[in-house]
């Protein structure tokens, strides 16, 4: 029986072996999926996860310049009032008053928008410092 099946394996070794090298090349060619460790979790992900993850990360740090950029402009709104106030420029009672109720709506205001910000991100499901 052996000597049957390797005569008719020496008589159609072309037709075993091409169909057989295909198949190598085509799996060396095709192989498994590249992947790499994640920098943000240590998983192993590819290129299309990799590339989401980046996206939300650069999201979140835009996100946390305009922060620091509305923040930065605020300061610089009361440094104006106090500096007003300071030169004279603010003299009676009415400008005083003013500069209070205005101190107290920009209070108010970062107040509201600190709150919009953890309800956001709670919907979200991201965790934010406060």
Known sequence: ???????WIEYKQFEL????IVLVVWVIANGCTPVTSSPV???MVNAD?????????LAK???????????YEQQAF???????LAT????????????ALAGGGI?????NRRKDTVIKSMKRGTKIDT
Not at 78 to 84: A, N, S
Not at 88 to 99: K, P, Q
């Open 17 to 20: 072996i091409i169909p057989l």
């Open 61 to 71: 740090f835009e996100l946390a310049a305009k922060d620091l950029e509305r923040q």
């Open 1 to 7: 029986m052996w000597k049957s099946v390797k005569k």
């Open 78 to 84: 009361i440094t104006e009032l106090l500096t007003q």
């Open 107 to 111: 209070g108010l205001l970062l107040d």
């Open 88 to 99: 004279g420029a603010i003299t009676n009672w009415g400008g005083v008053a003013n500069l």
């Open 49 to 57: 996860a990799l590339k989401v993850q980046y996206d939300h990360q």
């Open 41 to 43: 979790d240590g998983s």
